[in-house]
């Protein structure tokens, strides 16, 4: 069974700079997906941005961007010019491509305050 | 742009009473899922959905569990016997398609067993 971990439970910013949060998994599958999902106070999970583990380039979003190490089974998740309004509950997700199953498995999230 | 909808958002139960949880998943989705939250813990898959049958089922969802779409676009997590350890919140997500494709998640209902 895949599993997800997230080392890091809590991780502040100053606004404006810079932040990576961490994010690493084990699978024996060679095809799937990985999703970094926030999480605000209001406790919705709101898609940030997915990378298919089949692809090399790093995915982008915006000011949210990923490093995907597949050979390191990592995926860390980078947030550039931090607002306040980043601040949540960030889970990393898996998600298998080869099975029928249609699972995400979470990881335990990372706390991320954004101080003014 | 389209969204997941959950209500009620709130529902306190009592220990062995039934609960239903609804949800409206995105109109154009054909794939949907329950997951749950227990406060302060990761998020774990409970079932999917597909086609009017559950497509995979997690050790959680147990016999005490059914999901229903009864009508077009609501689609229904029934709690038979509510436990306290049922308290969490649910979620519901919708897919347009399977395999590596986006879910995307509705607010949350919080179950809180009494």
């Known amino acids: 069974a895949q599993t997800v971990t997230q080392s890091q439970p809590e991780m502040s910013v100053q606004e404006a700079e810079t932040v990576t949060l961490s994010c690493t998994y084990d699978?024996?599958?060679?095809?799937?997906?990985l999703f970094w999902y926030k999480q605000p106070p209001s406790r919705q999970m709101i898609l940030v941005i997915r990378?298919?583990?089949?692809?090399?380039q790093n995915a982008t979003e915006n000011r949210f961007s990923v490093n995907f190490q597949k050979a390191a089974k990592s995926f860390s998740l980078k947030i550039s010019d931090s607002q306040l309004g980043d601040a949540a509950m960030y889970f990393c997700a898996y998600r298998s491509a080869e099975t029928s199953g249609s699972r995400l498995t979470f990881g335990e999230g990372t706390q991320l305050t954004v101080n003014p | 742009e389209p969204e997941v909808t959950q209500t009620p958002s709130h529902q306190v139960t009592q220990m062995g009473q039934e609960v239903i949880l609804r949800c409206v998943p995105i109109?154009?989705?054909?794939?949907f899922y329950w997951y749950r939250q227990i406060l302060g813990q990761k998020v774990e898959f409970l079932v999917s959905?597909?086609?009017?049958?559950?497509?995979?089922k997690s050790e959680i969802f147990d016999d005490q569990f059914s999901v229903e779409r009864p009508d077009g676009s609501n689609f229904t997590l029934k709690i038979r016997s509510t436990k306290l350890e049922d308290s969490a919140m649910y979620f519901c997500a919708s897919s347009e398609f399977v395999g590596g494709d986006t879910q995307y998640f509705g607010p949350g209902t919080r179950l809180t067993v009494l």
């Open positions: 699978t024996s599958e060679s095809d799937y997906y």
């Open positions: 959905f597909y086609n009017n049958e559950i497509s995979e």
């Open positions: 990378q298919e583990a089949y692809k090399q």
């Open positions: 109109s154009n989705h054909l794939y």
